[in-house]
């Protein structure tokens, strides 16, 4: 009996997922950009990231788990995370994402806005962990290492953080 409703659970899933012309792969991130952008404390920041994502399964998904650290030759920078994402079926918009970010141990501020006011990001390099859950049963953790800071700006159009967001934030950080 068990087996038997494992099956056809499992029928069913496989119809849910594979059903129609669109599945997974057919999945895109469509935009990202920076919404805010505030110093919390020290070594800390809270933000808000709007996140275009176009889904055109017939099903919903979520995402959780999302985190990441930024590097800087090599060495880790900065960490980040933020909290559960649902996205909705047959979809394609926007979505805004609370964030929370720090600054890794060992980085000081002086090197922060020498960054950020040089706006030279050829040696920055990021890793994100994200998991995604589809009818909150079915989940896989997907792990993208190394991604160049400056080509994900570049393919952008650098619209993932402003100069003016750049120059309020070392404003920001020079009044610590």
């Given at each position: 009996m068990k087996k038997a409703f494992l099956h056809i659970l499992a029928l069913v899933l496989t119809v849910l997922i594979t059903g129609g012309c669109t599945g997974p792969k057919d999945i895109r991130v469509t935009?990202?950009?920076?919404?805010?952008?505030?110093?919390?404390?020290?070594?800390?920041?809270d933000g808000v990231i709007s996140l275009g994502i176009k889904n055109p399964m017939g099903m919903s998904f979520s995402i959780s788990d999302f985190s990441g650290c930024i590097k800087n030759?090599?060495?880790?920078?900065?960490y980040f995370g933020a909290g559960k994402l649902p996205v909705a079926r047959k979809s394609d918009r926007s979505y805004n994402i609370p964030c929370k970010g720090g600054i890794s141990d060992g980085v000081g501020l002086m090197q922060i806005i020498n960054l950020l006011g040089k706006r030279d990001f050829s040696r920055m390099t990021m890793d994100i962990q994200v998991r995604i859950k589809i009818l909150g049963i079915i989940g896989k953790t997907l792990r993208f290492n190394d991604i160049s800071i400056s080509d994900l700006l570049e393919k952008n159009g650098y619209a993932l953080i402003s100069d003016e967001d750049i120059d309020l934030l070392i404003q920001n950080l020079e009044q610590i």
């Amino acid at each position: 009996m068990k087996k038997a409703f494992l099956h056809i659970l499992a029928l069913v899933l496989t119809v849910l997922i594979t059903g129609g012309c669109t599945g997974p792969k057919d999945i895109r991130v469509t935009s990202c950009s920076i919404v805010s952008l505030a110093p919390s404390g020290l070594r800390a920041l809270d933000g808000v990231i709007s996140l275009g994502i176009k889904n055109p399964m017939g099903m919903s998904f979520s995402i959780s788990d999302f985190s990441g650290c930024i590097k800087n030759q090599g060495s880790e920078f900065a960490y980040f995370g933020a909290g559960k994402l649902p996205v909705a079926r047959k979809s394609d918009r926007s979505y805004n994402i609370p964030c929370k970010g720090g600054i890794s141990d060992g980085v000081g501020l002086m090197q922060i806005i020498n960054l950020l006011g040089k706006r030279d990001f050829s040696r920055m390099t990021m890793d994100i962990q994200v998991r995604i859950k589809i009818l909150g049963i079915i989940g896989k953790t997907l792990r993208f290492n190394d991604i160049s800071i400056s080509d994900l700006l570049e393919k952008n159009g650098y619209a993932l953080i402003s100069d003016e967001d750049i120059d309020l934030l070392i404003q920001n950080l020079e009044q610590i």
